[in-house]
């Protein structure tokens, strides 16, 4: 392979966007012995890799499997179960109280009270439109 393809495999293998096929034609091109200065330490990196792959273990692993009882899992879904209903209770809506009833009452009267003010005061001033657009019909009428 050339040397310019072989350096853009190299850049795409550590980018980690080359395919098997790519990965396969490095490892066979740092397999032989004719390879240029500057790449040497790809060549022992490659080594490395491929003796790695060949070597195994000899010590057995062991792997314990714990068995849990069904009364243990009934224990955990039991207990998760009194959680939950404790916290629906605990967080519902009681309600208002009688004190709340009455400031709600008090508020609410209140501000009647302010509207009222305000809309006799809007009416006021609709009556006094309905003077000035009188006054200007006679007006118009009288100096036509």
Partial sequence: MELINIEKLLDKYFDGTTSIDE?????????KNDIPSHLQDYKAMFTYFAKNKEEVSSKNIQVKTE???????????????????????????????????????IAFNETKKAFQLISDNLNKGNNAIAFLNEYESTKSKIFK
Wanted: aromatic share 16%; no cysteine.
């Fill in 67 to 105: 068995k849990k009882t069904w009364r243990f899992n009934w224990l955990i879904a039991s207990a998760a179960a009194l959680l939950l209903f404790v916290s629906v209770y605990q967080f519902t809506p009681k309600g208002p109280t009688d004190s709340e009833i009455k400031e709600a009452q």
């Fill in 23 to 31: 990965e396969n034609a490095l490892k066979e091109y740092f397999a």
